[in-house]
């Protein structure tokens, strides 16, 4: 079951990311200076950050720390109660699934990818999507992000919870860092970072589900990441919608403006003054999904179609044949 959330390349690191960084031993603005960006910008609680700004940061914190392990650290070395907020709500959900759920729309205050979902055999396969043509995640970053994931299920449900199997594009380090961390057989080199849940744990209950405290923290969240995403063009947060509602066949303008509270008529004119046309944002919206889950080698093509909303494999490959100038499956052998 992918999560989808509406595209923007806009985040805020909170005070709690930079205060891992302190526990990692570095100065925050060292970091800085060290991706080169103001030294001061770690004491801005409301500074933006674009996506290159945010990888040079994980890059600068793994450069710097010399610490193959410093992604795993900075979230396990973290108590709860001075966590990000997003992870402090998890750990208040009904149990592992509604804690994923949770941590997977609100993880977008600080960084713009998104998580998705897949059951398969009883497992639940986690894997990271950013927009198109983003550069590939810094390793660390992955690091985190799926030990944040691990974390929470940990904290939430009281036990060591162990994944069915991880994947990870980056090089085998030379200590047995990861191994520790995950305790589940670990893949290095891999084309794509993958997290093997089982989807038994994720039916777990948390002890500390605290539904009072949901309700006053959940729309605080909401409001932040609506803030997060006003720095979205109109015309990415239509493709993010268009995206969300292929595999339903759902791609009329109508079901659109419904989703971002426009009637049909003001949203073509908010549209034009951008410059395009709703048919080129969902021909560009396909485009970039079609590129997106072909990039996921365990999809297979035909499940590919569906999630577009083709009826069949046949049009699908003629659709993008049309649009790519290739077929889906040379365009997967390619070095993309």
Known sequence: MPIHDAVSTACKLPQSFW????????????????????????????????????????????ALSGD?????????????????LAFLAATYAADFQDALTRLARFKR????????????????????????????????????????LLEVGR????????????????????????????????????????????SADLALGFPTHNP?????????LSTAVDEIEQHAS?????????????????TDMATVACELGFSPRSLQRKI??????????LTEARSELSRELLGNQSLGVKEVAYRLGYQDTNSFYRAFRGQEKITPGRWRRLDH
């Open 19 to 62: 205060q891992a960084v302190t526990q990692l031993g570095l100065d925050p603005a060292a970091v800085l200076q060290h991706a080169h960006l103001p030294g001061t910008w770690h004491l801005d609680d409301t500074r933006v950050i674009n996506t290159p700004q945010l990888f040079a940061i994980w890059n600068a914190i793994e």
């Open 155 to 198: 904290r939430g449900t009281g036990k060591h919870l162990l994944p069915v199997s991880v994947d990870l594009r980056r090089a085998a380090p030379a200590t047995g860092c990861h191994a520790v961390f995950f305790g589940c057989p670990i893949r290095f080199g891999t084309q794509r970072d993958r997290l093997v849940l089982a």
């Open 212 to 220: 009072e405290l949901l309700q006053m923290l959940t729309p605080a």
């Open 272 to 281: 034009s003054v951008e410059g395009k046309t709703f048919r080129a944002l």
């Open 234 to 250: 109109l015309g990415e947060r239509v493709k993010a919608a268009l995206k969300r509602m292929m595999a339903e066949g759902r």
């Open 68 to 84: 193959p392990s410093a992604g795993i650290r900075m979230v396990t070395q973290t108590s709860t109660s001075t966590h990000m």
């Open 109 to 148: 205050l600080c960084s713009p990818d998104r998580m998705c979902f897949d059951e398969r055999r009883g497992n639940t396969v986690v894997t990271i999507e950013w927009p198109a043509d983003t550069p590939p995640e810094p390793h660390i970053a992955v690091d985190a992000s799926f030990a944040l």
